[in-house]
């Protein structure tokens, strides 16, 4: 009775308030406008957080729901993965430049969401940059 379907980020939130805090571009456009140039499918690399015991074949970036429909959506295959086993705090910002610089992987695609969950108190500010579209202020 439920089926998976990728809603556009923007129909859900505004992007411009996101982009108040950082620099953000739809996944969409992105694929459409920079992949060609800066992420060509023969360099299309997927990251899998596992731990260090666990082989890199495990890691599977296309396998199960959401995952499959959404990189299918996108238009994304991957021709290699990587694991890794660093935090996603700031932290970790140095050994992420150290293991992954932005000239050899000008795209970090991960499995998962790059996020504590829950959420760390530290980081609720944040939800300031975060707000609901006008769709869907007006069906509210």
Not at 90 to 114: C, M, N, T
Request: proline share 9%; aromatic share 18%.
């Amino acid at each position: 009775w439920r089926t998976y379907k990728n809603i556009p980020y923007s129909e859900w939130f505004q992007l411009e308030s996101l982009r108040s805090y950082h620099r953000v571009i739809d996944a969409h456009d992105f694929m459409q406008n920079f992949a060609p140039r800066v992420w060509p499918p023969e360099t299309r690399i997927g990251f899998c957080w596992l731990p260090a015991d666990r082989p890199k074949s495990e890691c599977k970036m296309k396998e199960g729901n959401p995952f499959e429909p959404f990189w299918n959506e996108l238009n994304v295959s991957f021709v290699d993965t990587a694991t890794y086993q660093l935090n996603y705090d700031e932290y970790s910002i140095h050994q992420w430049h150290q293991l992954f610089p932005a000239d050899r992987y000008p795209v970090l695609a991960l499995k998962g969401a790059p996020a504590s969950f829950p959420m760390l108190a530290e980081h609720r500010q944040l939800q300031k940059y975060r707000n609901w579209s006008e769709q869907i202020m007006n069906e509210v």
